[in-house]
T-cell receptor, first 113, second 115 residues
Framework: QKEVEQDPGPLSVPEGAIVSLNCTYS??????FMWYRQYSRKGPELLMY????GNKEDGRFTAQVDKSSKYISLFIRDSQPSDSATYLC?????????????FGTGTQLKVEL | DVKVTQSSRYLVKRTGEKVFLECVQD?????MFWYRQDPGLGLRLIYF???????EKGDIPEGYSVSREKKERFSLILESASTNQTSMYLC??????????????FGPGTRLTVL
């Protein structure tokens, strides 16, 4: 079983929809959680990182962490065609894990006009 | 803004050639990483370095080596390129310890094709 599970999609939504992207994890030692956006043939770009359970908002993006359920989410409000990309969740255990990130496999999102 | 640059965006090499991929970061990060990314397999860690001249194997180090002579520069070397090393190669860097939560910043990637 993988430490981090992420539905690969593809997920197709109409422009303006609210998008929900999710990851589950099995190891409670993970402390920090990140979301990356990756456009085709480009490197991953950091969207947000968060530590504690709860919500963190940045513009149209909201990251949510539920450590008790080992579940993280990224919400995108008022989705745009420019949001079409692959979204990767990542997490890190700073104690005993060095500085290595554990990635989900990515969810492919397409926002259609 | 964090900047991680990679020496080439696209590279075509022949089987058996020695290949050098270079990565430079300008944020004084202690840690640097090399990944490859393949469809359906996600990001896989090849090697990482937490200090100058220090290196550690990742999940798939076979067929690769690395060099870190300066803090800002991390090189990936394919000693004898093979067709199964055709892939997207991504470099990343981060602070050590808990600074910024260990968040890694990625370069634009090098798409390597080995013929």
């Amino acid at each position: 079983q993988k430490e981090v599970e992420q539905d690969p999609g593809p997920l197709s939504v109409p422009e303006g929809a609210i998008v929900s992207l999710n990851c589950t994890y099995s190891n409670s030692a993970f402390q920090y959680f990140m979301w990356y956006r990756q456009y085709s043939r480009k490197g991953p770009e950091l969207l947000m990182y968060t530590y504690s359970s709860g919500n963190k908002e940045d513009g149209r993006f909201t990251a949510q962490v539920d450590k008790s359920s080992k579940y993280i989410s990224l919400f995108i409000r008022d989705s745009q065609p420019s949001d079409s990309a692959t979204y990767l969740c990542a997490m890190i255990k700073l104690t005993g894990g060095g500085n290595k990130l554990t990635f989900g496999t990515g969810t492919q999102l397409k926002v259609e006009l | 803004d964090v900047k991680v640059t990679q020496s080439s965006r696209y590279l075509v090499k022949r089987t058996g050639e020695k290949v050098f991929l270079e990565c430079v970061q300008d944020m004084d990060h202690e840690n640097m990483f090399w990944y490859r990314q393949d469809p359906g397999l996600g990001l896989r860690l090849i090697y990482f370095s937490y200090d100058v001249k220090m290196k550690e194997k990742g999940d798939i180090p076979e067929g690769y080596s690395v060099s870190r002579e300066k803090k800002e520069r991390f090189s990936l070397i394919l000693e004898s390129a093979s067709t199964n090393q055709t892939s997207m190669y991504l470099c990343a860097s981060s602070f050590s310890g808990g600074r910024q939560g260990g968040t890694q910043y990625f370069g634009p990637g090098t798409r390597l094709t080995v013929l």
